[in-house]
């Protein structure tokens, strides 16, 4: 029922793009996407409603192919501020089921 | 003005003790939640309440059990702690479930020894 975030781990240099998967075992109503800092609350992105919307937040942003139940996080020109780790979120569409993913640590480094 | 405010920030106590944290938010939501985050960064929900009435219950032990007093508050009771426990609890809410973003407050660290 928890989706599953690939890649579990990523280490960037300042400037590189980074891209997160998230893939879900059932079918989607949503998806959201969150940033946690390290001891830090986690923080919203954005989130997805509609299959194949594409949202965009800065140099952040994803897509929702509701087919594949899957979305991706796209993060370009990457900043020291990107660092954290990053969630997907997943509202099915039967019921009230809600699960965060697996989560997605990266390093962001000079 | 902190939006989602949960109390305490740090609490270390013994096995078998029973204690709770306490949650409110000043958003005006009507959904409020409880996750529970482990060792591993896995985020749980435990529960959550909309319009006063618990509409997720996770297979959660029964130890657990939250208190929400009005919309604006939501508590959690934690009965004989175990040492499995020990993680950080974050409430957060939203207006509506799960279909708009989410605030969190700033997480409980419960430390079971």
């Known amino acids: 029922q928890q989706p599953v975030q690939s890649p579990q781990a990523v280490i960037l240099r300042e400037g590189e793009d980074a891209v997160i998967n998230c893939s879900s075992s059932?079918?989607?109503?949503?998806v959201h996407w969150y940033r946690q800092k390290h001891g830090e609350a986690p923080v919203f992105l954005m989130i997805?409603?509609?299959?194949?919307e594409q949202k965009g937040h800065d140099k952040i942003s994803a897509s929702f192919n509701e087919k594949k139940q899957q979305s991706s996080l796209y993060l370009t020109a990457s900043q020291l501020s990107y660092s954290g780790t990053y969630f997907c979120?997943?509202?099915?569409?039967?019921?009230?089921?809600?699960?965060f993913g697996t989560g997605t640590s990266l390093t962001v480094i000079p | 003005d902190t939006a989602v405010s949960q109390t305490p920030k740090y609490l270390v106590t013994q096995m078998g003790n029973d204690k709770s944290i306490k949650c409110e938010q000043n958003?005006?939501?009507?959904?409020m939640y409880w996750y529970k985050q482990d060792s591993k960064k896995f985020l749980k929900i435990m529960f959550s309440?909309?319009?006063?009435?618990?509409?997720i219950n996770e297979t959660v032990p029964n130890r657990f059990s939250p208190k929400s007093p009005d919309k604006a508050h939501l508590n959690l009771h934690i009965n004989s702690l175990e040492l499995g426990d020990s993680a950080v609890y974050f409430c957060?809410?939203?207006?509506?479930?799960?279909?708009?973003?989410?605030?969190f407050g700033q997480g409980t660290r419960l430390t079971v020894v």
């Open positions: 059932k079918a989607l109503y949503s």
């Open positions: 979120g997943t509202d099915a569409n039967t019921g009230n089921q809600f699960y």
């Open positions: 958003l005006g939501h009507d959904t």
């Open positions: 957060a809410s939203s207006q509506g479930w799960a279909r708009t973003e989410a605030f």
């Open positions: 997805l409603l509609k299959g194949g």
């Open positions: 309440y909309n319009n006063k009435e618990l509409i």
